[in-house]
T-cell receptor
Framework: DQQVKQNSPSLSVQEGRISILNCDYT??????FLWYKKYPAEGPTFLIS?????DKNEDGRFTVFLNKSAKHLSLHIVPSQPGDSAVYFC???????????FGGGTRLMVKP | SQTIHQWPATLVQPVGSPLSLECTVE??????LYWYRQAAGRGLQLLFY??????ISSEVPQNLSASRPQDRQFILSSKKLLLSDSGFYLC????????????FGPGTRLTVL
């Protein structure tokens, strides 16, 4: 049972445009959400997070939106750059201590 | 800020051989430590986590085990590797005032032949 899902395995965007990565979850006990970026053969790098008491968090080019009623979060990257090309994982933390549940990842390709 | 080290970076092992992967953390104390595996084309699967020395919780039954002999050292082991153990193994840590955000090491690529 996948509690965190990223339904788009890949996304291709033109440089300078907006990238929108989506994530859905089923567990209403999740109270903290994170996005990680991962290059091949490297560990994931933390990007941005949001608490369930907020609906938006912004950090530079990255903005995360949370819609609790829809159990949906999204990561917006504006403007997209070729260096943003990587696999993006969303993760959620909830009632199981400090453990994170990860989605399957979305591969973002930003074309020059 | 904390730094997570993992070694080796890559490893090729025959089926049935033993395994020992090491993770050490610098720049913090009393971290929560985690072992994840990413199989080819898949997401991150939590294998073990530890909240202190000698305290290990297993999330997935398998032929792997973990140990935490020191506060900032986390070891992943196997007595006999299976082909299905191939993957990218990641160590992660949370610490300090923010136990919500996990930071990851560089990973170990394990290929079992």
């Amino acid at each position: 049972d996948q509690q965190v899902k990223q339904n788009s395995p890949s996304l291709s965007v033109q440089e300078g445009r907006i990238s929108i990565l989506n994530c859905d979850y089923t567990n209403s006990m999740f109270d903290y959400f994170l996005w990680y970026k991962k290059y091949p053969a490297e560990g994931p790098t933390f990007l941005i997070s949001i608490s369930s008491i907020k609906d938006k968090n912004e950090d530079g080019r990255f903005t995360v939106f949370l819609n609790k009623s829809a159990k949906h979060l999204s990561l917006h990257i504006v403007p997209s750059q070729p260096g943003d090309s990587a696999v993006y994982f969303c993760a959620a933390k909830g009632d199981a201590g400090n453990m994170l549940t990860f989605g399957g990842g979305t591969r973002l390709m930003v074309k020059p | 800020s904390q730094t997570i080290h993992q070694w080796p970076a890559t490893l090729v092992q025959p089926v049935g051989s033993p395994l020992s992967l090491e993770c050490t953390v610098e720049g913090t104390s009393n971290p929560n430590l985690y072992w994840y595996r990413q199989a080819a084309g898949r997401g991150l699967q939590l294998l073990f986590y530890s909240v202190g020395i000698g305290q290990i919780s297993s999330e997935v039954p398998q032929n792997l085990s973990a140990s935490r002999p020191q506060d900032r050292q986390f070891i992943l082991s196997s007595k006999k590797l299976l082909l299905s153990d191939s993957g990218f193994y990641l160590c992660a840590s949370t610490t300090g005032g923010n136990l919500d955000t996990q930071y990851f090491g560089p990973g170990t690529r394990l290929t079992v032949l």
